[in-house]
């Protein structure tokens, strides 16, 4: 890095993810960081966003600001314009500004560009006749989507998020595209943000009225947890590493269900509640999730197992 200060504006910084990349980037005397959220700076006026940035002259811009009401986009039609101007309009907005005074931009999308049905690799060597050879005996595939894999949305959300990684590529060459895929951490800074789904299925778990019926989890949905505070350092690696602009997956380990999720966080936290599997027909919503959708990072080293971030997180 270089010796004087690289100036970074992270923009989304009271969200779950933009307070930890606020924190990791703060401890390091080699930046300078702003920090920007709604009251500073509304990333859906192309205009002001130019003014605004183009005065700030950063080096880096971390775009943390996200539309992420998955149902809610999906039934109304208002919410889903409005899910496009965050995440699909406002990231080429602050490509073309990042590309006009050199910045690099660093946007995140997520696993729900994908349609939930990767490709299952076979071994070397198969000629897809089984009964001819061995080769499958001892291969254990590794199943997901690569990063450069044919994004394929199945709901409106996933459709804006794969906008915004589109828009960002069309309009800077200085970019890196993360994905990561159910964030949790630490709640956001912000009146009537998102809940992580640990939170949530703890509140439900401790509930008196559950501690006799118990509490019925979707054993579907195969996908990775993010642990936003691993999340932000990683980003940081990638940044300092000067590593080549492009999309990149960020996933803590051990892929599961939101049941097997929920076994795991009971066991820790020492919740006593029952956990029931059912199907996704139990808790209808109105925006399609893609059955399998977990994210092979093939480019970095390796996040630690979601188990043993969320044991820290609940530590803390």
């Known amino acids: 890095m270089e010796n ?9 910084a009271k969200g779950m993810l933009g307070q930890e990349l606020v924190k990791v980037f703060k401890k390091d005397r080699d930046f300078e960081v702003l920090a920007w959220d ?14 605004k940035i183009k005065k700030l002259k950063p080096k880096f811009i971390i775009n943390s600001a996200a539309y992420n009401a998955v149902d809610k986009c999906e039934e109304d039609a208002k919410e889903f314009i409005l899910a496009k101007k965050i995440n699909g309009i ?4 602050l490509a073309k500004v990042a590309a006009k005074i050199g910045a690099t931009l660093v946007h995140y999308s997520t696993d729900y560009v994908f349609d939930g049905f990767p490709e299952i690799p076979e071994p070397t060597g198969c000629a897809g006749a089984c009964g001819s050879c061995h080769l499958h005996e001892s291969f254990v ?8 894999d044919k994004p394929i949305p199945i709901n409106k959300y996933g459709k804006s998020k794969l ?20 964030i949790f951490g630490k709640p956001a800074q ?44 990683k980003t940081k690696e990638i940044i300092e590493a000067n590593k080549p602009f492009g999309i990149y ?4 380990g051990e892929p599961c ?7 795991e966080l009971y066991q820790q936290a020492k919740v006593k509640t029952k956990v029931i599997p059912v199907g996704s027909e139990e808790f209808p919503r109105p925006a399609k999730r893609p059955a399998y959708s977990v994210l092979l990072n093939t480019k970095l080293n390796p996040l630690r197992s979601y188990k043993e971030a969320l044991k820290e997180y609940l530590k803390k």
């Open 163 to 182: 906008l915004g990684e589109v828009n960002v590529k069309k309009n800077t060459k200085k970019y890196y595209i993360i994905r990561p895929s159910k």
């Open 249 to 252: 997956h960020i996933v803590n």
């Open 4 to 12: 004087k200060k690289n100036k970074i504006l992270i923009i989304g």
């Open 90 to 93: 406002a990231p080429a907005n």
């Open 38 to 51: 709604k009251e500073e700076i509304d990333i859906t006026k192309p205009k002001e966003i130019e003014t």
């Open 141 to 148: 595939p590794q199943i997901g989507f690569k990063e450069n």
């Open 190 to 233: 912000i009146e009537g943000a998102k809940r992580s789904f640990f939170d949530v299925m703890l509140e439900a778990g401790k509930n008196p009225k559950n501690k006799k019926s118990g509490v019925k989890v979707v054993d579907e949905e195969m996908s990775c947890f993010t642990y936003a505070p691993d999340l932000a350092k």
């Open 257 to 263: 269900t939101w049941y097997e999720a929920v076994l």
